[in-house]
């Protein structure tokens, strides 16, 4: 069970935008860059490439940002992203990958300086090569506050908008050129999620605000309707939009209990709709620490959704099970768990013991008019620790939960997760993340591609 809590606080840092330096006690021997490695993100272009990035570990326990892209159907070799190693970071990662449906990808992150100074960066990716990265934005704070680009979308090649925090902030790029920074607001350490229909046309979302950009204009931030009345502290954590003025927003807040819900809400037709809590979470969720990994659209009013709750199991603080929810023609119907999972009802754990139904879905990804797919870390009595799974929505309907194919003789640890899925119309979906030979110790990194509702076998990241 420690092994499960542990991804799910490492999910949640993600979720919130709070960066965490690694400590140098939970450094092993490793045998070269790369060998500690993971994928923190994968986007995918509609009947095209997909590219990916993430951190990894040096021979000298330095902590470094990587990309790499596939072409035809390929993965090229992850690198260093161009132009960092100048700028002797500290520390350095990518969080977020965006890929334009005509070509050409994004990536975006932070580093800290010799000075524990953060800068957020982006850098670019055409035909396979990516380019020198930028610095769009500075913290003026030390730690634990950091300058982090959490969230990019691009519409059309050297056409994307990039958000993140501290404090929140927006800024587009035109034509391969990046503009300044934009910040939202003050005083908060919220981060921006951003999703674009097209060029000029995105929605952004912070804590429990909200703005639109139409034709290149962003209009004032407003909050989002029935959010006070669900309770406090509501985060969005996600945004999907597939056409101008027409998303989805997901995210969390408390009750004054302490007991933390999952909400959705929805802008269609530029009008904010009520947030509502996913119907059937509460009955699901009776430990009370529900969370939202994200959620995802195939077309306006038709969405899926994903995350975990925790379930009674014996002893305080439960067992977390992954759920989905999705949505037709505007109505969400009940959260479930996922397919194939036995229920945590059926067994009791005790503290610290490893024989646990338990999981969650970090990731949820929808291609236009589907498929969908999501991705995370699972547990059963059977399996007695931590592993990678994908599972899919395809025509109305959830396949059954399923290990990353070829993951499980590399994972002799058992300690795995998809971290990033991503989906294209045409062009099937990915997914990346990492494993172990050494529990607790993060391993290799690894991508896996599916086409036709077939998930290949997984292919490890190459430095």
């Known amino acids: 069970m420690r092994r499960s809590l542990l991804l799910i606080a490492a999910s949640v840092m993600a979720l919130t935008g709070s960066a965490v330096l690694p400590s140098a006690a939970s450094a092993t021997v490793q045998a070269g860059a790369g060998s500690d490695a993971t994928v923190t993100s994968v986007s995918c272009a509609p009947a095209g490439n997909c590219a990916a990035g993430g951190q990894y570990f040096s021979a000298s326990f330095q902590a470094n940002a990587f990309v790499l892209a596939e072409k035809n159907g390929r993965w090229g070799r992850a690198i260093e992203v161009p132009g960092l190693a100048a700028r002797r970071p500290k520390y350095a990662t990518i969080d977020t990958v965006s890929c334009a449906p005509t070509g050409g990808c994004a ?80 005083d908060t350490d919220a981060a921006v999620v951003v999703s674009c229909a097209s060029a000029g046309n995105c929605s952004t979302a912070w804590g429990r605000f909200v703005a639109s950009e139409r034709k290149g204009h962003w209009a004032k931030s ?88 925790a379930a009674p199991a014996g002893f305080q603080g439960g067992v977390y099970e992954p759920f989905v929810a999705t949505e037709r023609n505007g109505h969400w119907g009940k959260a479930f768990d996922v397919p194939g999972l036995p229920s945590p009802s059926s067994n009791v754990c005790q503290p610290d013991s490893y024989s646990c139904v338990d999981g969650q879905v970090f990731s949820v990804s929808c291609a236009s008019q589907g498929p969908c797919a ?90």
């Open 374 to 463: 999501v991705g995370g870390s699972y547990d059963t009595p059977a399996i007695d620790g931590q592993v990678a799974f994908v599972a899919s929505y395809r025509n109305g309907r959830w396949s059954t939960i399923s290990q990353v194919p070829g993951l499980a003789p590399l994972d002799t640890a058992k300690y795995s997760a998809v971290n990033s899925v991503s989906c294209a119309r045409g062009r099937g979906c990915a997914a990346g993340g990492t494993y172990s030979v050494t529990q607790p110790q993060v391993g290799p990194a690894f991508v896996v591609n599916q086409k036709n509702g077939i998930w290949s076998s997984v292919q490890i990241v190459r430095f």
């Open 107 to 186: 990536a975006g992150g932070y580093y800290q300086d010799s000075s524990s100074g953060y800068h957020a960066f982006v850098v670019n990716e055409r035909n396979g090569r990516w380019s020198r990265l930028t610095t769009v934005f500075s913290s003026r704070r030390k730690l634990p506050e950091a300058a982090w680009v959490r969230s990019l979308s691009c519409s059309t090649t050297w056409n994307c908008t990039a958000g993140g925090g501290t404090p929140p902030f927006v800024l587009n790029e035109t034509h391969g050129r990046w503009g300044r920074a934009q910040v939202l607001a003050k």
């Open 222 to 309: 407003a909050p989002v309707p029935g959010l006070a009345a669900l309770g406090r502290g509501a985060v969005i954590t996600s945004v999907s939009c597939t056409a101008a003025a027409n998303c989805a927003f997901g995210g969390s807040y408390q009750l004054a209990s302490g007991v933390t819900e999952v909400f959705v809400a929805s802008e269609r037709g530029g009008r904010l709709t009520k947030a509502i809590e996913i119907p059937g979470f509460t009955a699901l969720n009776a430990e009370g620490a529900g969370l939202l990994g994200a959620v995802s659209c195939m077309s306006a009013g038709n969405c899926v959704a994903g995350g975990s709750y």
